[in-house]
């Protein structure tokens, strides 16, 4: 039977081979219409091991038909949820005032959420930007890959029978390319107009009778509210990341080495899911993509491997607008008046009824009333604030990915940035088999220079831009409209050209801090205040990252296999700078005893020898580390070390950590009785509490928190009554090592480590997870060769005429 698959599939790879090798217009061109398949979208998908497919197509429609089936076949719920978010529906299914899913925006409940994407609908926004030529709007080849994974979604869902949890749900239904399109679009925003939901659809204008300058005086907030803000917003909480790419001459074979590591949610629309996609003599890359997306997101090819990190750029900025004192939904641009546009948007509910509820835009956006609950942005009867977020004019990231996909260099890679300009929000780390390296911060962000902030800010602005790089200019002076940049793809961007960007460097490394510190033997400068600081105090999972991978480049001969052992190494840079300190001190301490925040005496004796015995990592058997991980938690950021930061030696300060801090034995007692009050004794293995439970079952997980430094994140939620830490929710998700040697296949391990699968009744619903678990990797099946080899091949031709 295996032998017959093979033949079947040899078979069918020459046939597309032969087509690829034929003229554009004989070989099923983009535009044409015909197909082998009775006139429909048809693909062959080859799975082998844990339920990875291979998509092997004729044309572009044909690969996202064979990528939407396939996303479908795992991941149909979760599709389908999504879809009825991006629909704005979500009131009409789940209940009005019920909390958000909270993956496609930061909407707090199904509402907000409603009107935001209802709204997005009715005005036409994508179907505007579908329009546009390319490189503004998407390609024809991007048009066709989403028109093929609509169709090839929809066909599975006639076709087969839904085992998962939405199983007869109405709210499952068949998309379009538009919804497709929507969802590419919700990605871009995520962290722009994305954060802003709630404020967006519910900003009102004061009323006739409000007092304008006592309101604006007593409720603008100030700078260090706006900063803190800020970095909630444009933080890595919930999405994160690490990278590293190795040039050639630090290599075994001398050539590069690139190893990704994205930190996103392990449940909901924002999983990665993988792939390889094919179409003979066109394209042929492998990775992850986020789900919905019909292009790889992260990934390699024959030639090149690529990874993101989130970037600290800002991707959006605010305008103060100056209003008319007879109108508040009036304002002024140099003295003249412009009306804001109206945007009622009405949502239907569960209970049959509606809601209707007024948007206001400007010419510079939506008006917003808060950067958080905290954090007013009052809208008076003089003043009130617009939000401008250049991705909403950007459906680029797809033809950007598309670009990674077919690149033979990394100086491909930076021409398909330059030439699409489609990043919304994160930096590109890339590698390629001629030993070359690449950081760039290349992304979206508004065309904010320092030279504009310093001419055009608020007063708020003036103090708000250099703390935390928001940029609040005076919306009412038409000089100080962002304008365009020469090689920029649209006004209001930043050009390619401003990019902070690193070539060829021994290694370029990115833990989610700024350029400054890429590589720190070649610091990056002179880049605009928006993109990041310099000179600043960097985290610690940046500074360890940078100590493993600078060490890893000194020592060179490096190998896939040291990818590998850096990923799971699970060192704890925090407990490498302060767990001798810990011990020291505990042990110091008058009668073993500190007392708590709730002023009650602990005995912390044991924590002493436990501390001072632990191996400092987050491996699964590691004892000490969930003690350890709770204690640093608890301490105070103020004062924590007696050595300052120094921006001459920023990888290794601060450091010495203050014992002598009153906070320090309250935190040591706090985290003794918190494990004590949960059951859980001082030395227990972190992964008897670090876990995820899978068909019933618990499997422990490696890694630990990014406020420890540890590169391999994981960030459990604790639950103080339910006995410690819950199932992890986010951290290390599609990881990849890549390398090449003098073969035409690249030589790749990944690792998704929640499993291919979010159905229970998938058999690729824990099986990745389980490796992940025992620090196991997948060696990935690229060439044809390593394909028809798989001992568990299982080849599907699918179509819409089936």
Known sequence: MHTRLRRLVVTAVALFTAVGSLPAAAAGAPDRQENPSNGGLSAVIRYTEYGIPHILAENYADLGFGEGWAQAADEVCTLA?????????RSRHFGADTAADGELSAARTNLTSDLYFRGVRESRTVEKLLTEPAPVGPSREVRDMMRGWAAGYNAWLKQNKITDACAGASWVRPVTELDVA?????????????????????????????TAAGSAASRTPGAKAVAKAAHELWGTGDMGSNAVAFRGDTTANGRGLLLGNPHYPWEGGRRFWQSQQTIPGELNVSGGTLLGIPTISIGFNAHVAWSHTVSTGIPANFHQLTLDPADP????????????????????????????????????????????????????????????????????FADTSLGFGKARSTDDVLKSLARHQGIPWVNTLAADR?????????????RITDELAERCSTALGRTTYPASGIAILDGSRGDCALGSDPDAVTPGILGPSRMPTLKDAPYVENSNGTAWMTNADQPITGYERIFGTVGTELGLRTRGGIEDVAAMAERGDLTVRDLERQQFANRVPAGDLAAEDVARACAALPGGTATGSDGKAVDVSQACG?????????????????????????LPA?????????????????????????????????????????????DAKLGAHQFVVRGGERIPVPGGSGRLGVWNVLEPTWNAAGGGYTEVPFGSSHVQAVGWNGSTCPVARTLLTYSQSSNPNSPHYSDQTRLFSDERWVASRFCEKDILSSPKLRVDRVSEQR
Not at 81 to 89: A, D, I, N, Q, Y
Not at 340 to 369: A, F
Request: charged share 20%.
């Open 81 to 89: 949820e999504g879809f009825v978010t991006l629909r704005g529906e």
């Open 610 to 634: 436990v501390i001072k015995a632990w191996d400092r990592t987050m491996d699964t058997g590691s004892r000490g580390a969930l003690l350890f991980d709770r204690f640093w938690r608890k």
């Open 182 to 210: 929507v969802r590419g679009y919700a990605v871009a925003v995520i962290s722009g107009e994305g954060r802003f939901v709630d404020t967006i659809t519910t900003a009102q204008p004061p009323s006739a009778s409000a």
């Open 434 to 446: 001629a030993g070359h390296s690449l950081y760039t911060q290349s992304q979206v962000v508004p």
């Open 638 to 682: 103020n004062g924590l070390w007696k050595v300052p930061f120094s921006a001459v030696d920023p990888v290794r300060t601060p450091n010495t950590l203050n014992t002598d801090a009153p906070g320090f034995a309250t935190a040591l007692a706090d985290a003794v009785a918190e494990l004590r009050a949960a059951g859980i004794p001082l």
């Open 329 to 396: 939904t009036t304002y002024l641009v140099d003295g003249k008046p412009e009306r804001m546009t109206k945007r009622s948007v009405t949502v239907p509910v569960k209970d049959g009824t509606s809601v209707t509820r007024t948007q206001w835009w400007t010419r510079y956006g939506p008006v917003v009333t808060s950067l958080s609950p905290q954090v007013p942005l009052p809208w008076t009867t003089t003043q009130a604030y617009a939000l401008y977020d250049p991705n909403a004019a950007n459906l680029r």
